[in-house]
């Protein structure tokens, strides 16, 4: 069974940093694509980055292009969010998932795993 969890959220002030992790279990990852998405309140979850567990540059979204990292420690089955450069439109609950597959995806409902989700709140 595939469990996602994360942890790394909190209070930040605008332009500071904070970096989420996901824990991935319950399975081999080897062939999955993991990826992050936010979602604030009122509005849609939105994708923010992607990377193969292969292998491969991380895939981003406009939003956090340049202020946002994606990467994964394959020995400690985990993926990180290197967020820089917070806003406080960056505020929202932030969601690690996975989906098994080569072709990078950004659709949420082309993700099959979900994280719990953790909360970041970016302060003006």
């Known amino acids: 069974q595939v469990q996602l969890v994360e942890s790394g959220g909190g209070l930040v002030q605008a332009g500071g940093s904070l970096r989420l992790s996901c824990a991935a279990s319950?399975?081999?990852?080897?062939?999955?694509?993991m990826g992050w998405f936010r979602q604030a309140p009122g509005k849609e979850r939105e994708w923010l980055a992607s990377?193969?567990?292969?292998?491969?540059?991380?895939y981003y979204a406009d939003s956090v292009q340049g202020r946002f990292t994606i990467s994964r420690d394959n020995g400690k089955n985990t993926v990180y969010l290197q967020m820089n450069s917070l806003k406080p439109e960056d505020t929202a609950v932030y969601y690690c998932?996975?989906?098994?597959?080569?072709?990078?995806?950004?659709?949420?409902?082309?993700?099959?795993?979900w994280g719990q989700g953790t909360q970041v709140t970016v302060s003006s």
């Open positions: 319950g399975r081999s990852f080897s062939r999955f694509i």
């Open positions: 998932a996975a989906t098994e597959g080569s072709v990078i995806v950004r659709a949420a409902a082309s993700y099959d795993y």
């Open positions: 990377i193969r567990w292969s292998g491969g540059r991380g």
